[in-house]
């Protein structure tokens, strides 16, 4: 029998550029809504970022989760955690693309949502929102009501 021996990993961050944005303090969904619009300007299909946070509320970085179609994009909460992880980031809030143009939620947003809310308590991370972009508007999960946050940090 022979030993092949176990794999040693090395995990890093790797920065791919910058987007035009005040490095201050997100302090209301408009804030982080304009980061990510920015990022996303021109955007043909559904792209989910995370924006991660640091304790004080600053951004410190995107990350594109996934890109999917015109109408749908496939998120697991490993994937909007793992840059969160390995940025050491205090919070994030998720954000997706709706290319058509419609604001309102799908029943998939909501129970995403639901879903991050739960493992980001289990890791000590919290999803502060989850905004949905559109040409020159946004829609907070948060402030819609359609999801229950509970206790914030």
Known sequence: MS????PIWKVQLVREGAVKAARRAVSSSED????????????????CVVVLLDARNKVIGL???SIGTVSASLVHPREVFKPAILANASAVILAHN??????DPSGHDV???KRLIEAGKLLGIELTDHLIICEGAHLSLRASGKVSWGRTR
């Open 3 to 6: 030993e092949a021996g176990v």
């Open 63 to 65: 990350n594109t989760v």
């Open 32 to 47: 982080a809504a304009a980061v990510v619009a920015s990022y996303l300007k021109g955007a043909d299909r559904e792209h």
């Open 111 to 113: 129970d995403l949502t």
């Open 98 to 103: 709706h290319p058509s143009g419609e604001l």
